[in-house]
């Protein structure tokens, strides 16, 4: 079993910047890749990026050039992993809950969420 805490959620001004992190603790080693996704109220949630457990990352257009997800494999001798998405240049339509979820691959596949954590951009 794997848990999932998000966290750097916030109200930022359009233009500005947050960074979102993503901890992961428990059964660590299972974890095959991570993920931040949004969701606004009454929509699908929605990937925004990823990173696989080899470091290659995925991103929805939108937030190509602006976004920037990364995996610190450091902490994992310590047994959590950390995955940070830096986001810069904030839109207004970036404005979600956002949800990390980490993809667990053993005998089973099943992905793990966090609770979800607020970005809100102001114009």
């Known amino acids: 079993q794997v848990q999932v805490v998000e966290s750097g959620g916030g109200l930022v001004q359009a233009g500005g910047s947050l960074r979102l992190s993503c901890a992961a603790s428990?059964?660590?080693?299972?974890?095959?890749?991570m993920g931040w996704y949004r969701q606004a109220p009454g929509k699908a949630r929605e990937l925004v990026a990823r990173?696989?457990?080899?470091?290659?990352?995925?991103?929805?257009?939108?937030v190509k050039d602006r976004f920037v997800v990364s995996r610190n494999m450091i902490i994992q001798a310590y047994g959590k992993i950390m995955v940070d998405l830096q986001m810069n240049s904030l839109e207004r339509e970036d404005t979600d809950v956002y949800y990390c979820?980490?993809?667990?691959?053993?005998?089973?596949?099943?992905?793990?969420w966090g609770q979800g954590t607020q970005v809100t951009v102001s114009s």
């Open positions: 979820k980490a993809n667990w691959v053993a005998r089973i596949v099943q992905d793990f």
């Open positions: 428990g059964s660590i080693f299972s974890i095959n890749d």
């Open positions: 990173i696989s457990k080899d470091g290659v990352t995925t991103y929805a257009d939108s």
